[in-house]
């Protein structure tokens, strides 16, 4: 799977929008971008994935550049509860290869 | 929402001592997963089943640890002989199987070695 490189830690006011960058520069073409948070010492918790084109879910946006070497997760209103270390992978389900690997993610605090 | 539950929540035991920790995964989901998270340190994968037969394991799944699924609903890890840096929560996890690989994490079991 290819390398993710992800800030080491943000902060976002509360209600504005969070932008979370990673970069995937040596991802393959059969390589989703899945986003996962762990708030606090919980199970990671799926967020959203995509190929090429931009995604939205009920949690967030997910916007991959054109030339798919890098991505940006938006939590279009941040809240308190959004704290927590967000993770990107990079991952094409391959038969025998089929884990995710957590990297060491962006620490988002919102601030009050 | 359907879940993945762990148990137990939190156990203690003495260096040396076997443990079981159990996981039901969802219901209808294909592939489980054992991962691991030392306090502080990343989310490291253990291993993964399917069919009834580990798929793949990672270096740290040496022959302390091994898997079961014994009635078609728990999923089970155990560890035969505890040290003390088996210490970490442990995660479960599950997959459909169908479509993009999301997998969905039970809230863990924290594992606290003597």
């Known amino acids: 799977d290819a390398k993710t490189t992800q800030p080491t830690s943000m902060d976002c006011a509360e209600g504005r929008a969070a932008n979370l960058p990673c970069n995937h520069s040596?991802?393959?073409?059969?390589?989703?971008v899945y986003w996962y948070r762990q708030i606090h010492s919980q199970g990671p918790q799926y967020i959203i994935h995509?190929?090429?084109n931009n995604e939205t879910n009920e949690m967030a946006s997910l916007i991959i550049t054109e030339d798919r070497k890098s991505s940006t997760l938006i939590l279009p209103h941040a809240t308190l509860r959004d704290t927590a270390v967000y993770y990107c992978?990079?991952?094409?389900?391959?038969?025998?290869?089929?884990?995710?690997?957590f990297g060491t993610g962006t620490r988002l605090t919102i601030i009050p | 929402e359907p879940e993945v539950t762990q148990t137990p929540s939190h156990q203690v035991t003495q260096m040396g001592q076997e443990v079981i920790l159990r996981c039901v995964p969802i219901?209808?989901?294909?592939?489980f997963y054992w991962y691991r998270q030392i306090l502080g340190q990343k989310v490291e994968f253990l291993v993964s089943?399917?069919?009834?037969?580990?798929?793949?394991k990672s270096e740290i799944f040496d022959d302390q640890f091994s898997v079961e699924r014994p009635d078609g609903s728990n999923f089970t890890l155990k560890i035969r002989s505890t040290k003390l840096e088996d210490s970490a929560m442990y995660f479960c996890?599950?997959?459909?199987?169908?479509?993009?690989?999301?997998?969905?994490f039970g809230a863990g079991s924290r594992l606290t070695v003597l």
């Open positions: 992978i990079a991952y094409g389900y391959n038969f025998g290869n089929e884990k995710l690997t």
């Open positions: 040596t991802i393959s073409g059969n390589e989703y």
């Open positions: 995509g190929l090429k």
């Open positions: 219901s209808n989901h294909l592939y």
């Open positions: 089943f399917y069919n009834n037969e580990i798929s793949e």
């Open positions: 996890a599950s997959y459909s199987g169908l479509g993009a690989n999301v997998l969905t």
